[in-house]
């Protein structure tokens, strides 16, 4: 498989992304939650499974998620899109502003309808500011 990794985005692109995003960030979120089960009830010792022939260790549930949970987060990273916080759902996509153009962040996070904020890469979430109308 090969990536296309998007150094910048338009309003428009970033917008446009949401949907996939959506779903997949949201997939992470369930597989991280069950990561977190399945890591408390077995408590403080790791039992490692070997298959029948003792050569190696079978892919148990809890680690096939976590293998899923990578590889989500490795295609929204190929993407060009930044992920500040897997909890929240909070991501940044790399964007350009001005004459002239410096880069800064169009700024989401799970919940919101749309895109409606952006921040200078320094200022971080708690910088937001809205996007000006088309």
């Not at 930044?82 to 940044?92: A, E, F, S, W």
């Not at 320094?122 to 996007?131: L, N, Q, S």
Request: proline share 5%.
């Amino acid at each position: 498989m090969s990536y296309y990794y998007k150094t910048h985005f338009t309003l428009a692109e970033a917008r446009q992304a949401l949907p996939e995003l959506r779903r997949r960030l949201l997939r992470i979120q369930d597989l991280l939650a069950e990561i977190r089960a399945d890591e408390s009830s077995a408590g403080p010792v790791q039992t490692i499974i070997l298959r029948g022939n003792g050569t190696g260790p079978i892919i148990t549930g809890a680690h096939r998620r976590k293998q899923e949970a990578q590889q989500l987060i490795r295609d929204i990273a190929m993407e060009g899109i930044q992920i500040k916080d897997l909890d929240t759902g909070l991501v940044d996509f790399p964007h350009l502003v001005g004459d002239p153009q410096r880069e800064v962040f169009l700024c989401w996070k799970l919940g919101e309808d749309t895109i409606e904020y952006w921040h200078e890469i320094e200022d971080g979430f708690a910088g937001r500011k809205p996007v000006r109308p088309n």
